[in-house]
Every structure is written in structure tokens, then in C-alpha cells.
């Protein structure tokens, strides 16, 4: 990694860090991972700081994901024990961010995708601005959604959370204030004062002086259809539901269904309700490691960054190619145990968060 991708610093009372990739929209590397997860470290046993903040560079947004031309490399044949160890390390730092002792304030300004929601939304303060756009895109490649996000779409309310997920939507401020992914809005011109004020001040003081309410989102207006469809105990259950409500955004949810890999549609589905009974996130991240390491034998992931961001021909060729041909056995495989392979998390004990 280059000393430059996460530059950690402190300003007054207030641990910085700041994920400096703008170029690659701050998408994480291991090397990043690891950096923040020392910075944290270091600052947990540190009476000078008493806040932590995350913040991307760039004007771009907080984080677009992980290095995912790298997790290529392993779905097609390479490193995969490589892949498999950015992830270890990725979602412990993301159980890290959840049970950090301090106050871990994540500034979700602009794209906030994948792993970008893994160091922001397990943090204990989320902001979010006008110029917010999260996203769990993993159905789209051919994955699923990773980084304890199967966590926070299962806790959405109603079925807010399988919509995100099947569709690999993204939500604006409003919308992700209500799914349960941030916690407060601020105006993108009012974060410089923000952070100013968190160097200086409590957190509670410092928010108070700047929280506004968010522009208006869709998803109230659609709870009724998203969770009436979405309540259905099978991927094509949900599909005939949203064409038969004679919604024009459910429709519009059908196709985006229907565009993404079926396996990893019928596998998310799968985890999302197992997770629902899975309890702490701890659990929950070792769940999605099974699925994250099953994933790279399959060949959708590998096709599906191909398509997406390797080649861009947005025209992935999906193996299965119809929900139909998906068996049970296909989707079992995702939750497979992995012997001396497995995270471990949950065996371990969680602390109070702050």
C-alpha cells in the first residue's frame, strides 16, 4: 500500500482518517484496511482523542467499494487465499467499527457502495448529505451483499432492505435515514464547519449545530408494494408479485431483478432471511464469509465484474442464465462450512458500543 491512501491524522480532540484514493473513488485495498484498522488501535487507549472520523477524498464520494478488479483476479483463477484474506481482515475491521469504544463518526458524503458501507454504516454516528448515494451492488456481480450489509438490510424496516438488495438499488439521504443505514443529514456545504466542530467539541454539541432535515426520498411512498412483494418466500414469488401490482416502480424492480445474476439473487435472498435470525452482526459477517468464499468458485462473479468494470459491456452472461435452473444444492453451497477456514467471529465476545 502507499503510505498515502489513508492518511491518519489528529486535529484537537478528533482522530482523522481519511481514505485517499479519489481517483479509484477511494475504493479499498488490503493495505487500507489494515492502516485503518491500527489507526483505531492506536486511538482506542489514547485519552487525546475522543471522537473518530471517516472522511474520502476527492468530491467525489466516502468510498466506492473494495479493490474489485483485485477479487477478479481471484474469481478467475488466481489468488483466491488472497481474496479470502482481504476479506478476513475487512470484516473484522467492520465487527472493529461496530464495538469501538469511542465515537466513530462516518461522513457518507457522495457514493458510499460496498465496502465503503463497511467502515461507515457500523459506525455509532452516520451522516449523510444531499449529495449521498449508497449502494449494495453485489447482485449485480454476480455476489452477495458482503461487509455485514445482509446485517443492515435485514434490520431495515419491513422489506425495505430485500428490495435494496435483490434490485442492488441505491438510496439518497432521506432514504437511507429511514432504511437505518445513517443517522443524520447534513448539508454538504455545512460539513467543513462539522468537522471543525469535532475537533473541538462532543459529538452531540458538534451535530447539533449543523443537522438539518433531509430532501424528501420515494421509499415511504412505496412501503406498501415493497413489503406486500417482497414478503414472498421465493425470488420468483416476488417477481410475479411486483408485475401483478400494477406499479410502475415495481415493474421497473422486476426488470433490475431479472438483469442480475440469478444465483447470487437467490442466494442473497437466502442470507438476508437467515441473517434475521443469525442475531449479532458478529454471526452475521461470519455467514457472509462462507458466502464471499463460495462465491469465487462461481463462475458469475468473475463474469460479473467482467461485464460491469472490466469491460464495461454491461452484458453479463450469467451461469445459470434463469432463476429456474438455480437448484437448491447451487444455493446451499454458499452456506457451506468452511472447516479451519472459518471467521470465528461470533465465538468471540462482543463489547458495549460506546
Not at 470484516?91 to 463497511?118: Q, S
Request: aromatic share 4%; with cysteine; proline share 6%.
Amino acid at each position: 500500500m502507499s503510505a498515502e491512501e489513508v492518511l491518519v491524522h489528529r486535529e484537537g480532540r478528533a482522530g482523522l482518517i481519511v481514505l485517499n484514493r479519489p481517483k479509484a473513488l477511494n475504493a479499498l485495498t488490503h493495505g487500507m484496511v489494515r492502516r485503518i484498522a491500527r489507526a483505531l488501535d492506536d486511538w482506542e487507549h489514547d485519552p487525546a482523542v475522543a471522537t473518530v472520523v471517516i472522511t474520502g477524498a476527492g468530491e467525489r464520494g466516502l468510498c466506492a467499494g473494495g479493490d474489485i478488479v483485485a477479487i477478479h483476479r481471484a474469481a478467475s483463477g488466481g489468488d483466491q487465499g488472497a481474496a479470502e484474506e482481504f476479506w478476513r481482515d475487512e470484516y473484522h475491521l467492520n465487527a472493529r467499527i461496530a464495538r469501538y469504544p469511542k465515537p466513530y463518526v462516518a461522513v457518507m458524503d457522495g457514493i458510499v457502495m460496498g465496502g465503503g458501507v463497511g467502515v461507515s454504516a457500523h459506525g455509532s454516528v452516520r451522516i449523510v448529505t444531499e449529495r449521498t448515494r449508497i449502494a449494495l451492488p453485489e447482485t449485480g456481480i454476480g455476489f452477495v451483499p458482503d461487509v455485514g450489509g445482509t446485517y443492515l438490510l435485514a434490520l431495515a424496516p419491513g422489506e425495505l432492505g430485500t428490495h435494496l438488495a435483490l434490485t442492488a438499488g441505491s438510496v439518497g439521504a432521506a432514504d437511507a435515514l429511514l432504511c437505518g443505514l445513517a443517522d443524520h443529514h447534513v448539508p454538504a456545504e455545512r460539513l467543513p464547519a462539522l468537522l471543525d466542530d469535532l475537533a473541538e467539541r462532543p459529538v452531540h454539541d458538534a451535530l447539533e449545530r449543523h443537522v438539518a432535515a433531509a430532501p424528501p426520498g420515494p421509499l415511504a411512498g412505496q412501503r406498501g408494494w415493497i413489503d406486500r412483494c417482497y414478503a414472498a418466500g421465493s425470488v420468483e414469488e416476488i417477481l410475479d408479485r411486483l408485475g401483478d401490482s400494477g406499479e410502475p416502480e415495481a415493474k421497473a424492480a422486476a426488470d433490475r431483478i431479472a438483469a442480475n445474476s440469478p444465483s447470487a439473487v437467490k442466494a442473497t435472498l437466502a442470507a438476508l432471511r437467515r441473517a434475521r435470525a443469525l442475531g449479532p452482526l458478529e454471526a452475521v459477517l461470519d455467514q457472509e464469509y462462507r458466502i464471499s468464499c463460495a462465491a469465487l468458485a462461481t463462475p458469475d462473479l468473475a463474469e460479473g465484474i467482467r461485464a460491469q468494470v472490466i469491460d464495461k459491456d454491461r452484458s453479463p452472461r450469467w451461469h445459470p442464465a434463469t432463476l429456474a435452473e438455480v437448484e437448491d444444492a447451487v444455493v446451499a453451497r454458499y452456506f457451506a462450512p468452511l472447516g479451519e477456514r472459518e471467521l470465528g467471529l461470533a465465538a468471540t465476545t462482543p463489547l458495549e458500543r460506546w
